[in-house]
């Protein structure tokens, strides 16, 4: 019976000792330096609201990757469709235009810089129009629409005769270098 006595020895040793760690813990959790369930439930509401900010900021961010490589893939169509390989191309889109829209191109020129985008060349397009109002009209609706990327900077009016109207236009596109 030694051990049975030894046994039962040591378990009232050790629920009196756990006895005394829930006496201190029960006396901390009413301490003043326990933290109190309003102020707990308050630090957690504003660890929430932190958590749904930082989700929000980084929300955009994912699945960079894909939105990258699906701007790189657009970017490259769109050199591909819409920007010219030569000046030559140019002059005929806009003969075309032209003459499908009724007017006379009056004299163009064509000044070329480098492109702030590597790759592309900017062509700044300065010409004149002649022709009746409506087809002029006409003319700078299909240069705005065309599938060659074109940007219309200006439009001035150098005289009116009747039905008739001479334009100037400065326009720009890039041709790839």
Same mark, same amino acid.
């Given at each position: 019976?030694?051990?049975?006595?030894?046994?039962?020895?040591?378990? $009232? #040793?050790?629920?009196?000792?756990?006895?005394?760690?829930?006496?201190?813990? !029960?006396? /901390?959790?009413?301490? +003043?330096?326990?933290?109190? +369930?309003?102020?707990?439930?308050?630090?957690?509401?504003?660890?929430?609201?932190? /958590?749904?900010?930082?989700?929000?900021?980084? #929300? +955009?961010?994912?699945?960079?990757?894909?939105?990258?490589?699906?701007?790189? &893939?657009?970017?490259?169509?769109?050199?591909?469709?819409?920007?010219? +390989?030569?000046?030559?191309?140019?002059?005929?889109?806009?003969?075309?235009?032209?003459?499908?829209?009724?007017?006379?191109?009056?004299?163009?020129?064509?000044?070329?810089?480098?492109?702030?985008?590597?790759?592309? #060349?900017?062509?700044? $397009?300065?010409?004149?129009?002649?022709?009746?109002?409506?087809?002029? !009209?006409? /003319?700078?609706?299909?240069?705005? &629409?065309?599938?060659?990327? /074109?940007?219309?900077?200006?439009?001035?009016?150098?005289?009116?005769?009747?039905?008739? !109207?001479?334009?100037?236009?400065?326009?720009?596109?890039?041709?790839?270098?």
């Amino acid at each position: 019976m030694p051990n049975l006595n030894r046994a039962r020895h040591r378990m $009232i #040793t050790a629920m009196a000792a756990l006895g005394v760690v829930d006496l201190v813990l !029960v006396g /901390f959790l009413f301490s +003043p330096w326990a933290i109190r +369930p309003g102020a707990r439930e308050q630090a957690l509401q504003q660890a929430q609201r932190e /958590f749904e900010v930082k989700q929000r900021e980084v #929300t +955009p961010l994912m699945g960079m990757d894909q939105k990258l490589s699906t701007a790189q &893939r657009e970017m490259d169509a769109f050199y591909k469709d819409r920007l010219p +390989p030569r000046n030559s191309a140019i002059v005929a889109e806009l003969g075309k235009l032209a003459s499908q829209n009724g007017v006379r191109l009056a004299g163009a020129k064509y000044e070329q810089k480098p492109a702030a985008l590597s790759g592309l #060349t900017q062509v700044k $397009i300065g010409a004149g129009l002649e022709g009746e109002y409506l087809n002029a !009209v006409k /003319f700078v609706n299909a240069v705005e &629409r065309d599938k060659m990327f /074109f940007i219309l900077d200006k439009v001035g009016l150098n005289s009116q005769q009747g039905g008739s !109207v001479q334009l100037t236009l400065d326009l720009e596109t890039y041709i790839k270098s």
